[in-house]
């Protein structure tokens, strides 16, 4: 075999032209290796970088949301004790005998039940009877045929010993208001009906107990649930944390091209990774945000957008509810509109520093609205600014100007959502949770107040 030089040495030789024409042909040829080399080198590189650093960044990544509330404890059996004991004290107070309810927030309260609405009578009756432990006498009115069913919801509840319900069955082609009259004997008694029972639930017992002194839960009764426990607080306070946390992690994720619909996906998935259940997510672009509970047409995220996101779920029966509103892009949105931000911003802020136990409902509304009629938007801030929360994820007590007798007192819980509204133009809400503390001041149920309207 020649060598590649003895064969170049060899053709040129024999002929001058072909050889310099072989070598021509050899240099493109190590020409184009370098080149086909350094395109498919950059090549690899590229998509290396680009996974390392676009597509590896873009993944969402919830693990920081990833048993935030685990080592949260749901309300202990003896908690009910103490809940059944301050009922006893307001129905004495109050001279009556008895608070009956249906199925929802209240039946869950004193007897850690969950019963939906039928059109059948499943009631609850907390009696005042001093030879109970608790003062409270718990007889629950059942439909016969669901008398296993509630049996089954009774062991779930776990209940303390103390708090030992009967139960008092009905058969189809009976009243439940008769066996309501077993309860009571035909003695005259002054009832109470918790506030959400359904009308002809109330006209039934009205009916039935006719000896008998019938009305709707006067706020006394109605302030038990509204005043929170530590351990309802603790609850709240994750569940309203994980929230703001949830927002915070997939606000990097939403991109220019998404449409509320992607968002309100995203932001599903991260919420049930947090452990919340029963979830929903409003999310709104630009001005489709001018409308406070959303808009039907669906709106694309662009470089400019303004996104609002009102969000919430459940924890261990406790709701969440947070809002943000956040600019695309980088800084320089526009002014108005971030001008807008910072005002509702400010409102929030001076609810913080300037309300607290003993101011009415209506001062701390107002104490919002000051804020954002003095910047010349009094007219765009549409609603009240909170209602509370707790069990129902809309409460008592109501924070407007009309509610000018009811109190802040400590444990009560609500927010604070200040709005401004432009109808066809851009809408900004901010919406954190609070609690009155003991010594007065509002606290927040969240990690704190939206920081800017760019990274949240
Ligand atoms: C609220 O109080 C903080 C701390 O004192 C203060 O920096 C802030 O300016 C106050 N905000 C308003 C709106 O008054
Ligand atoms: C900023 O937004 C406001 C309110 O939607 C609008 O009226 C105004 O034209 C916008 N300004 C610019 C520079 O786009």
């Given at each position: 075999m020649f060598s590649e030089e003895e064969n170049v040495h060899l053709l040129s030789r024999s002929n001058r032209g072909v050889s310099h024409w072989n070598r021509l042909k050899?240099?493109?040829?190590?020409?184009?290796?370098?080149?086909?080399?350094?395109?498919?080198?950059?090549?690899?590189?590229?998509?290396?970088?680009?996974?390392?650093?676009?597509?590896?960044?873009?993944k969402l990544d919830?693990?920081?949301?990833?048993?935030?509330?685990?080592?949260?404890?749901?309300?202990?059996?003896?908690?009910?004790?103490?809940?059944?004991?301050?009922?006893?004290?307001?129905?004495?107070?109050?001279?009556?005998?008895?608070?009956?309810?249906?199925?929802?927030?209240?039946?869950?309260?004193?007897?850690?039940?969950?019963?939906?609405?039928?059109?059948?009578?499943?009631?609850?009756?907390?009696?005042?009877?001093?030879?109970?432990?608790?003062?409270?006498?718990?007889?629950?009115?059942?439909?016969?045929?669901?008398?296993?069913?509630?049996?089954?919801?009774?062991?779930?509840?776990?209940?303390?010993k103390e708090i030992s319900p009967n139960i008092v069955e009905w058969l189809e082609f009976e009243s439940p208001y008769d066996a309501l009259k077993k309860v009571f004997g035909s003695n005259s008694n002054r009832i109470i009906v918790e506030e959400d029972a359904r009308l002809f639930i109330y006209q039934g017992i009205a009916n039935g107990?006719?000896?008998?002194?019938?009305?709707?839960?006067?706020?006394?009764?109605?302030?038990?649930?509204?005043?929170?426990?530590?351990?309802?607080?603790?609850?709240?306070?994750?569940?309203?944390?994980?929230?703001?946390?949830a927002i915070r992690t997939v606000r990097p994720h939403i991109k220019v091209g998404m449409t509320e619909f992607d968002i309100q996906n995203t932001m599903e998935k991260a919420l049930h990774r947090a452990g919340l259940t029963n979830t929903w997510v409003l999310a709104l672009v630009d001005e489709n945000a001018a409308l406070p509970h959303g808009s039907s047409s669906e709106k694309k995220v662009t470089k400019h957008s303004t996104v609002l996101i009102?969000?919430?779920?459940?924890?261990?029966?406790?709701?969440?509810?947070?809002?943000?509103?956040?600019?695309?892009?980088?800084?320089?949105?526009?002014?108005?509109?971030?001008?807008?931000?910072?005002?509702?911003?400010?409102?929030?802020?001076?609810?913080?520093?300037?309300?607290?136990?003993?101011?009415?409902?209506?001062?701390?509304?107002?104490?919002?609205?000051?804020?954002?009629?003095?910047?010349?938007?009094?007219?765009?801030?549409?609603?009240?600014?909170?209602?509370?929360?707790?069990?129902?994820?809309?409460?008592?007590?109501?924070?407007?100007?009309g509610n000018t007798e009811q109190l802040l007192q400590p444990g009560m819980t609500f927010s604070v959502e200040p709005g401004i509204y432009v109808t066809n133009e851009f809408g900004i809400r901010l919406e954190d949770i609070v609690v009155v503390r003991e010594d007065g001041k509002l606290e927040l149920l969240t990690r704190g107040l939206a920081q800017n309207p760019w990274t949240l």
């Open positions: 050899k240099s493109t040829m190590i020409i184009r290796a370098v080149v086909v080399f350094s395109i498919l080198s950059a090549l690899a590189t590229g998509t290396w970088l680009l996974q390392r650093y676009l597509i590896k960044g873009d919830l693990t920081p949301l990833d048993g935030f509330c685990a080592h949260i404890n749901s309300i202990q059996p003896d908690e009910y004790i103490g809940r059944h004991k301050k009922l006893a004290q307001v129905l004495e107070f109050e001279n009556a005998d008895a608070l009956i309810m249906e199925g929802g927030a209240s039946m869950i309260y004193y007897t850690n039940i969950e019963w939906e609405l039928t059109e059948r009578a499943f009631l609850v009756v907390l009696q005042l009877d001093n030879d109970e432990p608790t003062g409270i006498r718990t007889t629950i009115i059942s439909p016969a045929f669901e008398a296993t069913r509630a049996l089954d919801s009774l062991k779930k509840a776990n209940l303390p107990l006719q000896e008998s002194d019938v009305y709707m839960a006067p706020e006394s009764i109605r302030m038990l649930r509204m005043v929170k426990s530590e351990a309802e607080l603790e609850i709240m306070r994750c569940a309203n944390t994980v929230t703001e946390l009102d969000t919430g779920g459940e924890l261990l029966g406790y709701q969440s509810d947070t809002t943000r509103t956040f600019f695309m892009g980088k800084r320089g949105h526009n002014e108005t509109i971030e001008d807008a931000w910072y005002l509702v911003r400010r409102a929030q802020e001076n609810v913080l520093n300037q309300t607290g136990a003993g101011s009415t409902c209506a001062q701390v509304d107002l104490t919002a609205r000051h804020i954002i009629d003095k910047g010349g938007y009094g007219k765009y801030f549409t609603h009240r600014l909170g209602h509370g929360i707790g069990l129902r994820m809309h409460d008592e007590p109501y924070m407007h100007q």
